[in-house]
């Protein structure tokens, strides 16, 4: 730990694009905590966010979200294959990768992305695009066109995801600048919660929404996608070290650290406000806290975790009780509440608590925590101009293509009839 204070994190913030050019040996352990991580991270989408998501929803349109979430998990791992590795990890311009690996071609069986096979990386970091996709379709549940969601995920996998994990983790406009984000908050959660919130605004609100009461009709169903996510997190976030090293122990622990914290501060805050506390809110403060310590859970001692998840489970708090409301927006699985708001708050706490006066790994040479927060903050800004205007051409084009959204009668009867020919409960 001593020996990673004095180099700073410099070198840590390309970890990814740094694994690939290092000469190394293949390492049987690191190899098999890859493996591990990878189908932990794979979990976390199909079943974690489906359940997650189709207990938030109303009955009626559960078989919807579900096939959303998992035909566009299929549809982002054969985008993957063909050029979205390439695109975003092999060598190119500060935005873009190159077309080097389209097809996975010019990549040995042995190749290696550090110390652990190179096909690894390639599923690994699938993995993260599809959860990150997975996320959006929240945010649009219950009244868009099947159809409309297939097309908007290959524009916006194209144009946003794929140059910005390039900029962060792959050597590119960001990475260069100094930009911290250890497993996701700009790549994945900002990168999807904004998406989904210009989805949201575009698709327009649900029939009767804010007239009628729309509760989530499976709570069991809902902590068990809360449940599946916490332990595939453990993938997302140790896993990011891309070795079973000491970095992978820290965010470990962090990543139980935090998301504690979270879950007591939303559910106390959730008891003083409401008067009582709810499973839903619990099952929200896990999220909240796993979101904010995504890009830090790396770079921050154990205390400056616990202090990210304790804000970032009050920021969650008041992203979907009061967020929401100036918003005007109707983001069924509180997308933007959660992981847009939790997704700030950690980018930018991460450039205080990596500070080694703080307990954090410490900068990299010559860099002082005000500048640290201002490239963290920019990171951010990049990040939510970017996703914002490719989704806003993503979802027109869609509308222009098939329309966004199902018509009225067939959404007040449900989509899982109307789109799927299936009802997911007995009548």
Same mark, same amino acid.
């Given at each position: 730990m001593n020996k990673l204070m004095t180099k700073g994190l410099a070198g840590l913030?390309?970890?990814?694009?740094?694994?690939?050019?290092?000469?190394?040996?293949?390492d049987k352990a690191d190899n098999a905590f890859m493996m591990i991580c990878t189908a932990l991270v794979l979990f976390m989408s199909i079943p974690g966010i489906a359940l997650f998501y189709g207990g938030l929803i109303r009955a009626k349109n559960v078989l919807s979200l579900l096939t959303q979430v998992a035909v566009t998990f299929?549809?982002?791992?054969?985008?993957?294959?063909?050029?979205?590795?390439?695109?975003?990890?092999?060598?190119?311009n500060a935005f873009f990768g190159g077309l080097n690996w389209l097809m996975l071609k010019n990549i040995s069986l042995t190749a290696l992305s550090g110390t652990f096979y190179q096909y690894i990386h390639v599923v690994f970091q699938a993995s993260f695009a599809c959860i990150t996709v997975g996320l959006i379709v929240g945010s649009i549940a219950e009244r868009i066109r099947f159809s409309a969601v297939l097309i908007f995920v290959v524009i916006w996998l194209t144009l946003s995801y794929l140059p910005i994990a390039h900029m962060v983790w792959a050597g590119g406009f960001l990475a260069q600048d100094g930009a911290l984000d250890f497993?996701?908050? !700009?790549?994945?959660?900002?990168?999807?919660?904004?998406?989904?919130?210009?989805?949201?605004?575009?698709?327009?609100?649900?029939? #009767?929404?804010?007239?009628e009461a729309f509760k989530p009709h499976n709570l069991p169903m809902v902590f068990t996608g809360t449940a599946i996510l916490y332990v595939g997190w453990f993938g997302f976030n140790?896993?990011?070290?891309?070795?079973?090293?000491?970095?992978?122990?820290?965010?470990?622990?962090?990543?139980?650290?935090?998301?504690?914290?979270?879950?007591?501060?939303? !559910?106390? #805050?959730?008891?003083?406000?409401?008067?009582?506390?709810?499973?839903?809110?619990?099952?929200?403060?896990?999220?909240? #806290?796993?979101?904010?310590? !995504?890009?830090?859970?790396?770079?921050?001692?154990?205390?400056?975790?616990?202090?990210?998840?304790?804000?970032?489970?009050?920021?969650?708090?008041?992203?979907? !009780?009061?967020?929401?409301? %100036?918003?005007?927006?109707?983001?069924?699985?509180?997308?933007?509440?959660?992981?847009?708001?939790?997704?700030?708050?950690?980018?930018?706490?991460?450039?205080?608590?990596?500070?080694?006066?703080? #307990?954090?790994?410490?900068?990299?040479?010559?860099?002082?925590?005000?500048?640290?927060? %201002?490239?963290?903050?920019?990171?951010?800004?990049?990040?939510?101009?970017?996703?914002?205007?490719?989704?806003?051409?993503?979802?027109k084009v869609a509308d222009m293509l098939v329309g966004l959204r199902v018509p009225e009668e067939q959404e007040r009867e449900g989509l899982d009839v109307n789109s799927h020919g299936e009802n997911a409960y007995n009548q």
């Open positions: 913030a390309l970890l990814p694009s740094l694994a690939m050019a290092a000469p190394a040996v293949a299929a549809m982002v791992c054969v985008i993957w294959v063909l050029y979205g590795y390439s695109l975003a990890f092999s060598e190119g497993a996701g908050g !700009t790549v994945v959660h900002i990168n999807a919660a904004v998406a989904g919130l210009v989805g949201a605004y575009l698709v327009g609100k649900r029939a #009767g929404f804010g007239k140790a896993g990011s070290a891309a070795a079973a090293n000491e970095i992978a122990a820290l965010a470990f622990l962090n990543t139980v650290v935090a998301t504690a914290g979270a879950v007591l501060t939303w !559910t106390f #805050g959730e008891w003083a406000l409401r008067g009582k506390p709810s499973l839903l809110g619990a099952s929200s403060g896990f999220i909240a #806290g796993l979101v904010a310590i !995504t890009p830090a859970c790396g770079y921050v001692g154990v205390g400056g975790a616990l202090l990210i998840g304790l804000i970032g489970g009050l920021a969650g708090l008041w992203g979907v !009780t009061v967020l929401k409301k %100036w918003l005007r927006v109707d983001d069924p699985c509180d997308v933007f509440g959660v992981h847009g708001v939790c997704g700030i708050i950690g980018c930018i706490l991460t450039g205080v608590f990596a500070s080694s006066s703080l #307990g954090g790994v410490g900068y990299a040479e010559g860099v002082t925590m005000g500048h640290q927060i %201002w490239v963290q903050l920019l990171s951010v800004i990049l990040t939510i101009v970017w996703t914002g205007v490719v989704a806003f051409i993503g979802f």
